[in-house]
């Protein structure tokens, strides 16, 4: 929302805008508009908060088993779950506490101090008594702090990468004043709060303050910005009330069953307990928290910082990654790829700031320094060039290329400058035409600086041998209208409308391949004095050539666009840039294929979200959009069922990656307020980072429903055990305290193990998780309960048999104690692979598990064995017999299962 337009409006003749406001009406401008802020909400209380950590379903289940087991007297099952319930506690408030920092990190971008005209005299003020109708003087270096339009210029240039995601510098203009009215502005005329003045000087009238201001709506945008469920949160709090109704029915059947057989009231009420308790996976907070906690450590070894904890599974789950093009998909390092001369055309090879590279004529080697139009253009646009690289030396010409200075063994190099002039002066160097070269060569004499209205760049040089020449570089329209001669293969020739037409055509094929060119031409002048002022000194140019060049593609980007594919991920590209140039660079990337559509910020104005979501399956890339677009973009893309991952570094993209499900910020380019919206920072602005991350996510998630499949067929073993033993009318198969030591036994370390399984070859060609997935899907209940029967009936065989052939109930409930050990270690081992079986997998590529289950092996023989803990725990010590029965019966599941296949068949893209 912008101001009324009578706040820019000046109605009395003596009111010029060079006079300013009065400190009258600034005070009255203040009251009606308000400080020159960004407002906040009101903050959630940090006690709230913390309160919030201990609502979930999980959690409250976690806490009646604490109070259960201190009522047995397990204190050590108590405190371990006391333990984990404060360790999820603190982790969960600091995450959300540090989601509320997002608006201190926009507040500190605001200009702490202005200059500005009052009572017609220029004086600095706090940026927050700014008020519309102030004019404010800007100079190079200073943070602009208001929205204002400008209306008197003199070579501004301000660096708006903030809000548009663009590192190039862009001018701007001063819009035209009558009778000190100011009727229309437009982005070329106006300067926004939070950007930087890069160069020149400027006045401008105040029109927008506060939450009024870009800056100010996209603040607004991340306060009203809800914060969702990561889809494990919601899976967990489904898990959650599964378990608690389970538990309570688990509880109540058995007592009730064994109370209505004759089994003493509180026998049968701690057997009841007992078994919900070890029905309750109580080390799932903490596996959840160790398996993102160790994904966190792994991810920062591939540079990727993870801040917001559950993001890290959150990214296994992606099926859309929104990804900035400048920097993260492409080097951020203008390249020139096509060279036009003399007739000639060639390919450059090579990328970004370094100068190995070849020439390249029709796919064969050319030396460009024995093509004198190829040569004179290099040096044309090396010299007409301020860019410095501090250590480039020259290298023999005859080799075609120089050896690289900017490798990790020179890491002192040092590079300056416009990204465009850089590019002129690498391909410069990649023929031996280095800094160095030139400047022994030529003197720089004197320089006509760029500017919006000749869109070009010339400068004076005299040559060695005494002779002065003039080097212009710019857009090739407005250079080759400033030539009357051609330099050709036989020589200087007339530029004749068919050579103007071989150029314009040459320029247009360069452009359509979204390169961006440059026209080159140069003219001698005549020894002795001379005038830059000269309308003359740009005119009568000898046209040399043309060089286009273009932001190449990281390589290893189009390696995770590929992975991205394999996976089921869609990867979409949105971007500031042009259209065509968007298109060319994502055709590159493989990103844009046939069929694709790409849409302009314009074409979204034109869209509301119905109409988006109906074409947005199709759209790979989208140009030229704004904050509001990005934002657009990820709601409409989430309420079509996407998991979507957002990047983004600007100020502008810190809405959109709030949003997103994974919010993604940049570490080298980011501003803080990206990076406090965000769940995770790529140290190293790469989107093949990013990907890796998503890889990361998979496998964690995977152990975490490795993990759920362990616990909970275990368990269900345990349950059905005791319950089928009342059912059949048999003596209790376990007693309370063999339950709870079962339980300490195999859900500690070798579940804790599970969870650090490493990743399964395939983990990037399988489709990513849908919205609607529960914990259980893909045949994960299946899985759960056939096994967990299976483990229920070979316990209860064991005990069956030594009892009806031994009639002993102490050795049946050992042998039973023993069995349901020993299947649930075995069944620990099936559970590394949902698609193969025990047979198949490797054992050893995880050997915290191996070390884990033969520390469970020897905790369950103590029991059996050691006299001081077999009258404690009512145990007696096993023979050879008993042993055969025991691993003939938790052996006959994992053979049937080789013989006849399990495990759910995971669909390829």
Known sequence: MSIAESELNFAKPDNMLTIGLTDNEAKKKLQKHGLNILAERKKISPLKILFRQFTDVMIVILLMATVISGFMGDTTEAVTIIAIVIVNAILGFVQEFRTEKTMEALKSLAA????VIRNELQISIPAEEIVPGDVLVIEAGDRIAADAAVFECSSLSVDESLLTGESVPVEKHSLKVKNSYINSYDKKTSVYMGTVATGGRAKAVVYATGMSTEMGNIADMIQNIEEDETPLQRRLAHLGKIIAIGCLAICTIVSITGILRGEKLLTMLLAGISLAVAAIPEGLPAIVTISLALGVQRMLKRNALIRKLPAVETLGCASIICSDKTGTLTENKMTVRKIYASGCELDVTGNGYNTEGSFLMGNKPADP??????????????????????????????????????????????????????ALTIAAAKAGITQGHLNSCYKRLDELPFDSDRKCMSVICKKSSGEIFVFTKGAPDMIIDKCSRIMTSKGIINLDAGARRTVTRINDGMANKALRVMGLAYKRLETGTYRTESKNIEKDLIFVGLMGMIDPPRREAVVAVQKCRLAGIKPVMITGDHKLTAAAIAKELNIYCDGDKVLTGAELDRMNEEQLSEVAGSVSVYARVSPKHKLMIVRVLKKLGHIVAMTGDGVNDAPAVKEADIGVSMGITGTDVTKEASSMVLLDDNFATLVAAVEEGRVIYNNIRKFIRYMLACNLGEVLTMFLGILMMLPMPLLPIQILWVNLATDGLPAIALGLDPPEKDIMMRPPRGTKDNIFSHGLLKLIVSRGVFIGLSTLGVFVSILYFLNNVELARTGAFMTLVITQLIHVFECKSETKNIFEISFFDNMPLVMSVLCSVVMILAVVYVPVLQGVFETAALGMSEWFLIIGFSLIVPILSSMIGTGRKIKRQ
């Open 112 to 115: 702490p101090y202005a200059k």
């Open 369 to 422: 320094i024995k093509t004198e139009g190829i040569k004179m253009a290099l040096e044309i646009g090396a010299m007409c060039n301020n860019s410095v690289i501090s250590s480039l030396q020259s290298n023999n010409p005859a080799m075609g290329k120089i050896k690289s200075l900017f490798s990790k063994q020179q890491p002192d190099t040092k590079i300056t400058g416009d990204p465009t002039e850089i």
